[in-house]
């Protein structure tokens, strides 16, 4: 692999930056949801979403390697990404890979202009990560599906226009084969949303249920049974990419900063634990080369994409916990307080990173999954 940047690579990656210079939102907007849907409208003017998307949806002409740098730019600037970011990942892809054509006429622009956002619905109280065990039901009555069931830790569903969800079509053969993905309004009778309230003291997930609702057949992605095959195709979506290497570079430049101002920086003991973490977070860069290399030569590796997942959430708690650690009775200071580096957010980031080894897939399910299949271990 080339790891050099082409002239006119450099150049677009200049352009990007100052563009986000001159539209990002001002940090008092970036929680204000018109604001931020406004953000996203912004981007698709600017043809910077929808990288590989076809044209007549309102796709950009991006290259892989050019939406690669402008996902590490938003990064390096701190700007936010697109509120949509679940549906760019996950439900747009699989429309246009799996979708008919009414449906990607129907559903692609909106996604992109963020007119409509989605939510998507894989845990259920009973299978958590064990999407294959999902009970929800679907049941063919006529040109309707009729749907029941529950789903939990929905990220955004108080403030989603629309479901992509996993549901159970069938009980016959391997549990994971009787599996299919709908596309629910959720404004359709008999979806309830009740938000979870996290440690942070924030709702940004929720409980979803089902009260047979009514779902028009042809809102089916795919065919039934392929419901599996649609939501492991785009979960590789979500987990690869470059950009979540400049978020640990950021992060452990604010740690050398904090441990240097506790007095900690010539501690041998902290000395190591300081060069865990850069060595971790150069291993999580090459592992994102690794997964951009086979994005632009069209290989698909899921295997990899667990490990990916697996290794950076993880290490983005090592990186709360030792600033945390640093602090000492500081960290308890929330945000807002003047008197800790970071105007108190290290408390608030600590709490919120303790939901990434459980979103997108615990960490248990990972390591079963690159014990199996990537390194070929007997399951007892």
Not at 35 to 48: I, M, S, T, V
Not at 71 to 98: D, H, K, T
Not at 204 to 213: G, R
Not at 281 to 298: C, E, N, P, W, Y
């Amino acid at each position: 692999m080339d790891l050099d940047y082409s002239p006119e690579e450099i150049a677009f990656r200049e352009q990007v930056a100052a563009w986000i210079a001159a539209n990002a939102p001002r940090a008092d907007e970036r929680r204000e949801l018109e604001a931020w849907r406004a953000w996203q409208k912004r981007l698709h003017a600017a043809r910077f979403l929808g990288a590989g998307w076809p044209a007549e949806y309102g796709g950009a002409k991006l290259s892989p390697m050019q939406q690669a740098i402008f996902n590490e730019e938003l990064a390096r600037a701190g700007a936010p990404g697109p509120i949509n970011a679940m549906a760019l990942w996950w439900v747009g892809p699989a429309i246009i890979r799996y979708g008919t054509e009414a449906q990607k006429k129907r559903f692609l622009q909106p996604i992109l202009t963020a007119d409509e956002i989605w939510a998507t619905g894989y845990s259920e109280p009973g299978s958590g990560s064990d999407m294959a065990a999902a009970k929800c039901r679907a049941v063919r009555d006529g040109d309707f599906y009729v749907v029941s069931g529950q789903k939990v830790w929905t990220t955004l569903a108080h403030i989603s226009d629309w479901y992509f969800i996993l549901v159970r079509t069938s009980t016959e053969g391997p549990k994971w084969a009787g599996l299919s993905l709908l596309l629910i309004d959720m404004k359709s009778p008999g979806v309830e949303v009740r938000p979870i309230r996290q440690i942070t003291g924030d709702s940004e997930f929720n409980e979803v249920f089902l009260h047979d609702v009514r779902v028009p057949a042809e809102n089916l992605l795919g065919a039934e049974g392929q419901g599996w095959e649609i939501v492991s195709s785009a979960l590789v979506n979500e987990r690869s990419g470059i950009a979540g290497s400049v978020r640990f570079d950021q992060g452990f430049d604010r740690i050398v900063a904090s441990s240097r101002l506790r007095g900690h920086a010539s501690d041998p003991l902290w000395r190591q634990r300081l060069a865990d973490l850069a060595i971790k977070a150069r291993v999580t860069k090459s592992f994102q080369l690794r997964s951009m290399s086979d994005s632009i030569h069209g290989r698909i590796n899921p295997h990899m994409s667990a490990a990916m997942k697996l290794f950076t959430t993880e290490l983005t708690q090592r990186f709360s916990e030792t600033g945390i650690d640093l602090l000492g009775a500081y960290a308890t200071l929330w945000e807002g307080s003047a008197h800790v580096p970071d105007d108190g957010r290290c408390a608030y980031q600590y709490l919120y990173d303790r939901s990434m080894t459980i979103a997108g897939g615990t960490s248990e399910v990972q390591r079963n999954i690159v014990a199996q299949r990537v390194l070929g271990l007997p399951r007892k």
